[in-house]
């Protein structure tokens, strides 16, 4: 099984649990044109069982949580939880209104320190989404039914992943399966916490929008911006 990982920033990454190699380059904006968006706005802020339906009302995801303190969340909780960083247009087509820049002001999903289970009862190839605050101690891991085809971590999204809340800091990630399938993603966090919002799934691989730039400079903001604290 080969994945194809992009972000938008262009660093070296290292690979999780797929044997092929991992290619990661930068790209303006955010999920791929033609597939199924999700913003979470519709569901309940706390921690229960809820589906989300696309903005097209034509796909749905079951959304779960593990405790002590994972769920539906909004806005910031010093020390837990911080909003994810829109910026670059990567909220643009998501249904949330003035979006384009800024700290993510609709609902979004946080693992605190146990984890969001996106179950989507179909097998899709692509997966992107807005991940907030990026540390070393996020995961996601891609799962085919109840058997595991992989997972990344902080790490391999930027290379010095340090809880940044700022534009240097919440990066929009695309998952490209090449030639396999995932039905469900978990996502954990050791630590406060995992952030993400702006899913976007296909059940076809999609290609890359073709923007591609230069933005590492963006990492050297990361270092000066303001942190989480550990």
Same mark, same amino acid.
């Not at 991992?22 to 904006?29: E, K, R």
């Not at 033609?34 to 913003?39: K, M």
């Not at 595991?148 to 999204?157: K, L, N, Q, W």
């Not at 702006?198 to 059940?203: G, L």
């Given at each position: 099984?080969?994945?194809?990982?992009?972000?938008?920033?262009?660093?070296?990454?290292?690979?999780?649990?797929?044997?092929?190699?991992?290619?990661?380059?930068?790209?303006?904006?955010?999920?791929?044109?033609?597939?199924? =968006?999700?913003?979470?706005?519709?569901? =309940?802020? @706390?921690? @229960?069982?809820?589906?989300?339906?696309?903005?097209?009302?034509?796909?749905?995801?079951?959304?779960?949580?593990?405790?002590? /303190?994972? *769920?539906?969340? $909004? *806005?910031?909780?010093?020390?837990?939880?911080?909003?994810?960083?829109?910026?670059?247009?990567?909220?643009?087509?998501?249904?949330?209104?003035?979006?384009? $820049?800024?700290? /993510?002001?609709?609902?979004?999903?946080?693992?605190?320190?146990?984890?969001?289970?996106?179950?989507?009862?179909?097998?899709?190839?692509?997966?992107?989404?807005?991940? *907030?605050?990026?540390? /070393?101690?996020?995961?996601?891991?891609?799962?085919?039914?109840?058997?595991?085809? *992989?997972?990344?971590?902080?790490? /391999?999204?930027?290379?010095?992943?340090?809880?940044?809340?700022?534009? @240097?800091?919440?990066?929009?990630? $695309?998952?490209?399966?090449?030639?396999?399938?995932?039905?469900?993603?978990?996502?954990?966090?050791?630590?406060?916490?995992?952030?993400?919002?702006?899913?976007?799934? $296909?059940?076809?691989?999609?290609?890359?929008?073709?923007?591609?730039?230069? =933005?590492?400079? =963006?990492?050297?903001?990361?270092?000066?911006?303001?942190?989480?604290?550990?």
């Amino acid at each position: 099984m080969k994945l194809l990982l992009t972000s938008s920033l262009a660093l070296s990454l290292t690979t999780g649990l797929f044997a092929a190699t991992i290619t990661p380059f930068a790209s303006i904006g955010g999920a791929a044109t033609g597939s199924e =968006l999700f913003n979470f706005d519709t569901l =309940l802020v @706390g921690s @229960g069982a809820q589906t989300a339906w696309s903005t097209g009302g034509t796909a749905s995801v079951a959304v779960s949580f593990s405790p002590p /303190d994972s *769920g539906v969340v $909004n *806005g910031a909780t010093k020390d837990v939880f911080a909003a994810p960083f829109l910026s670059g247009g990567n909220g643009i087509g998501f249904g949330s209104p003035d979006q384009s $820049n800024g700290p /993510d002001t609709t609902n979004y999903l946080s693992t605190g320190t146990g984890s969001v289970t996106l179950d989507f009862g179909m097998s899709l190839s692509y997966l992107g989404r807005l991940w *907030g605050s990026v540390d /070393d101690y996020n995961k996601i891991e891609f799962f085919d039914g109840v058997t595991s085809v *992989g997972s990344f971590t902080g790490i /391999d999204v930027l290379g010095l992943p340090n809880g940044n809340q700022g534009p @240097g800091g919440s990066v929009y990630v $695309n998952f490209n399966e090449l030639d396999g399938v995932f039905t469900k993603v978990v996502l954990t966090s050791s630590t406060n916490a995992f952030e993400i919002d702006n899913v976007a799934i $296909n059940s076809a691989s999609v290609p890359d929008s073709g923007a591609t730039v230069g =933005l590492v400079g =963006l990492g050297l903001i990361a270092l000066a911006a303001v942190r989480r604290k550990r």
